[in-house]
């Protein structure tokens, strides 16, 4: 991995366990309305950056650019929606990592059956390592810590999803990662539009935001700079070697659950934690 690939992916970890840490903060609101006013305030936060990429570019947006960004939108619209679930049913220490640490390693799984990548010893030794981690990370409180493994597995499902798609969308598609995030942030909005406005939850828009507003403004900041960086860091380095390295963020996340959220045994989560990583840098050192 280029150093500028690196730098890029170790500020995109900070960014993203930080936007967690506010979703977890939020997350006995309303799931839906949370995402869709974190999804509309990055859409007018961001519009001068996007607008002026357009202005200086000259680029614009063609049909195939939205049907791929449309995929995914909605890929990324059910990682969102069952992240904020599972951070309403799990501790941030647990459904994090699990989540962060099986997203890479399928996505590497992905890439080695459909893009020709193929890892050796050590990355099929990153893979049991994660295994273990995971396993670990389920072994304590009982029923709450494997509900909260569950929906991190679940989890891991749409971040291999969207890690192998939106990689090929700004690699081989050559979209732009601006338009991509943006159009992403944007989409979002749109999609759940109707589950707010159209329904009950309209109520809850002014008391979720009166509450939480300083969390939505920083998870629209966050969630779209630290995915921008990654995008980036896609064009830099192959998949299998960006998405296991930006795991280092599970650490950073479970230090905030317990020490922020006071959410206990940190001792064991972080040894879990750290089980994982280390499987996800085999991955990317294989």
């Known amino acids: 991995m280029s150093p500028w690939a690196l730098v890029l992916v170790l500020v995109a970890a900070v960014a993203h366990a930080c936007w967690n840490l506010l979703s977890k903060k939020a997350s006995q609101a309303d799931g839906i309305v949370f995402l869709w006013l974190v999804a509309a305030a990055a859409t007018v936060i961001w519009a001068p950056l996007f607008a002026g990429f357009l202005l200086v570019t000259g680029v614009r947006p063609t049909w195939t650019d939205l049907g791929l960004a449309g995929v995914s939108t909605l890929v990324h619209l059910g990682y969102f929606v069952l992240l904020q679930l599972g951070y309403r049913k799990g501790d941030l220490s647990v459904v994090y990592p699990v989540a962060r640490g099986t997203g890479p390693m399928l996505a590497s799984l992905v890439a080695v059956l459909m893009l020709d990548e193929r890892p050796g010893p050590l990355g099929v030794a990153g ?3 994660v295994g273990a981690g995971v396993f670990l990370m ?3 409180r009982g029923a709450a810590d494997l509900k909260g493994t569950a929906f991190g597995l679940a989890v891991g499902l749409f971040i291999a999803a969207y890690t192998v798609w939106d990689s090929q969308v700004v690699s081989a598609f050559a979209v732009a990662p601006i338009m991509l995030n943006y159009l992403g942030e944007t989409g979002r909005a749109l999609v759940l539009t109707p589950a707010v406005l159209g329904t009950g939850r309209r109520a809850l828009i002014r008391p979720i935001w009166r509450e939480h507003r300083f969390g939505i403004l920083g998870a629209a900041v966050l969630i779209f ?5 990654v995008l980036f860091a896609f064009q830099l380095a192959p998949v299998s070697v960006v998405a296991p390295a930006r795991e280092v963020s599970v650490l950073i996340a479970v230090v905030l659950g317990g020490r922020l959220l006071a959410e206990g045994d940190l001792r064991r989560r972080l040894l879990a934690a ?3 990583l280390g499987g996800v840098v085999a991955i ?3």
């Not at 700079?225 to 960086?229: K, R």
């Open 127 to 129: 893979i049991l390592l």
């Open 138 to 140: 389920s072994g304590g």
């Open 225 to 229: 700079l630290s995915y921008l960086l």
């Open 274 to 276: 750290g089980v994982m």
């Open 284 to 286: 990317a050192l294989s």
